[in-house]
């Protein structure tokens, strides 16, 4: 394990410690599970826009894309629990 040095601005650190306190967690810890979970998010934000941009490109290269009614049905059926197949892509 590295060490890093961090620097704080006064009030923040304050937060810091109490929000860690109610937490239940050391200061340090709060910190390591806060730089964690961001930097977690930004790898989903980049997987995601991996994936979106993927599937623009292949939107692009055939022109098929899923119309929204038939989406919109199938996440509403979704929604109750049901298990539908997936719309089909068609060019528009």
């Known amino acids: 394990m590295s060490t890093t040095t961090i620097r704080l601005e006064v009030d923040l650190k304050a937060r ?14 709060f910190i390591v599970d806060a730089i964690a979970q961001s ?4 790898e989903r934000d980049d997987a995601l826009h ?17 119309a929204w009614e038939d989406a919109e049905t199938w ?13 089909v892509a068609r060019t528009r």
Do not use: D, I, M, N
């Open 16 to 29: 810091v410690a109490e929000a860690a306190e109610r937490a239940g967690k050391t200061a340090h810890a």
């Open 39 to 42: 930097v977690e998010q930004a």
């Open 50 to 66: 991996r994936l979106a941009e993927e599937r623009w490109a292949t939107f692009l290269t055939t022109g098929k894309s899923v």
């Open 75 to 87: 996440l509403e059926a979704r929604a109750r629990g049901e298990h539908p197949e997936k719309p």
